[in-house]
């Protein structure tokens, strides 16, 4: 609406009896048109009838106006109705029982407009306060979300002979997922992703627990064995039965060109050789982080070749779901990976995104983590 006319609409009578969050919604004439022909229909009725006093069905109007139009307007309305019934009625009554009649309404609709006016503006207060909660809640989740992207990398590792690329996309404001790659050496690097069981503002916070504890171990022993159970016991601490960890932690030297890795319930990385085109999974070998104290895992080591790409991912990407209720599936993502093997890491990891985005309609009922890591060994190194 042009700002002239909404002007002009702030200063029209109208506009100034209803109240504001009527008047903001729909025709402003309306409510006031129905109570102002109710009224009338009623003074008719009350004129024609002789026999009885109809004064009490001003009650229905006066009702209808209490919630639309403003006090003043509606205690206004009180008096017109006792003064049509005052001047038009032809009955021929004593003074003292017309008077009692009208005193007597007059009354009974002030203490009925009274008692509307009042529940409505409770609930127009309670309503004013849900907003005030709810927007304050929104800028809460707002920067917590900006707290959480704090843990993820920022900037790609620079090891030669490996391309990494990565990313999270929360399905809520905040979410459960988390990656993380943390350079041991010039050569060597150990990379993380995790999966908080749950969603919203709970799985996040034990996504930060999850992270915080990641970074505080980059300055100890980076034996992945002892890590995974330091921090089992740490996110065990601090979580309860129902809420739990998976994550997988590997170690890539790119020098001696092997991988070492511990999966904790997570989804099976993929692991594509591209020389042979087969596509090996990298499964669990122990339950998630914090179901229990102690944590018995098993170290698992595969030796890389040039050209072979990692795909870590969380279940938002294979659980990703259409509108026939069928799941994107490991199967679809392995035939983009095999699709995408020639790509760098950062299209790769574009292309599943897309895909999976593409599939479900870019409605990811959970949070969507992928890491990719491409193998580009010098040839002469081969050698």
Same mark, same amino acid.
């Given at each position: 609406m042009p700002a002239e006319l909404r002007d002009l609409r702030e200063r029209a009578p109208l506009f100034s009896i209803l109240r504001k969050d009527v008047a903001s919604n729909g025709p402003t004439w309306l409510p006031l048109l129905l109570v102002l022909g109710a009224i009338a229909t009623v003074a008719y009725a009350?004129?024609?009838?002789?026999?009885?006093?109809?004064?009490?069905?001003?009650i229905l109007p006066l009702s209808v106006g209490a919630i639309f139009l403003r006090k003043r307007i509606s205690y206004s309305l009180i008096a017109i109705c006792i003064l049509f019934h005052y001047f038009d009625s032809p009955r021929r009554v004593s003074w003292g029982l017309r008077l009692f009649h009208d005193?007597?309404?007059?009354?009974?609709?002030?203490?009925?407009?009274?008692?509307?006016?009042?529940?409505?503006?409770?609930?127009?207060?309670?309503?004013?306060?849900?907003?005030?909660?709810?927007?304050?809640?929104?800028?809460?989740?707002?920067?917590?979300?900006?707290?959480?992207?704090?843990?993820?990398?920022?900037?790609?590792?620079?090891?030669?002979?490996?391309?990494?690329?990565?990313?999270?996309?929360?399905?809520?404001?905040?979410?459960?997922?988390?990656?993380?790659?943390?350079?041991?050496?010039?050569?060597?690097?150990?990379?993380?992703?995790?999966?908080? &069981? !749950?969603?919203?503002?709970? #799985?996040?916070? *034990? $996504? @930060?627990?999850?992270?915080? =504890?990641?970074?505080?171990?980059?300055?100890?022993?980076?034996?992945?064995?002892?890590?995974?159970?330091?921090?089992?016991a740490g996110i065990h601490s601090v979580s309860d039965d129902e809420h739990y960890v998976t994550l997988l932690l590997a170690e890539i030297d790119a020098h001696k060109r092997t991988l070492h890795y511990v999966n904790c319930g997570h989804n099976p990385a993929l692991l594509l050789r591209t020389k042979t085109g087969t596509l090996e999974r990298m499964d669990s070998s122990c339950p998630p982080i914090g179901l229990s104290p102690d944590e018995i895992c098993e170290q698992a080591s595969e030796d890389l070749m040039a050209g072979d790409v990692l795909v870590f991912y969380t279940d938002g990407v294979t659980e990703a779901e259409n509108r026939l209720g069928e799941e994107f599936g490991i199967e679809r993502l392995s035939a983009t990976v095999r &699709? !995408?093997?020639?790509?760098? #890491?950062?299209? *790769? $990891? @574009?292309?599943?995104?897309? =895909?999976?985005?593409?599939?479900c309609g870019d409605h990811f009922n959970d949070d969507v983590t992928i890491l990719v890591v491409k193998c580009d060994f010098d040839s002469s190194s081969d050698s």
């Open positions: 009350d004129h024609r009838v002789v026999s009885i006093s109809l004064i009490y069905l001003y005193l007597s309404a007059l009354l009974c609709f002030t203490f009925v407009v009274y008692v509307i006016q009042r529940y409505i503006g409770q609930r127009e207060a309670l309503a004013k306060m849900v907003r005030q909660q709810r927007d304050d809640l929104l800028k809460d989740l707002g920067l917590a979300a900006q707290v959480q992207r704090l843990f993820l990398p920022v900037a790609k590792p620079a090891i030669a002979g490996l391309e990494i690329a990565g990313m999270m996309q929360p399905a809520q404001g905040v979410g459960g997922d988390y990656y993380d790659y943390i350079p041991i050496n010039a050569h060597t690097i150990q990379m993380v992703i995790a999966d908080v &069981s !749950g969603k919203g503002v709970p #799985a996040a916070l *034990l $996504m @930060s627990a999850t992270a915080a =504890a990641m970074r505080v171990e980059a300055n100890r022993d980076r034996n992945i064995l002892e890590l995974v159970g330091r921090l089992n &699709s !995408g093997s020639s790509l760098s #890491a950062e299209d *790769l $990891m @574009s292309n599943i995104y897309n =895909a999976a985005a593409d599939f």
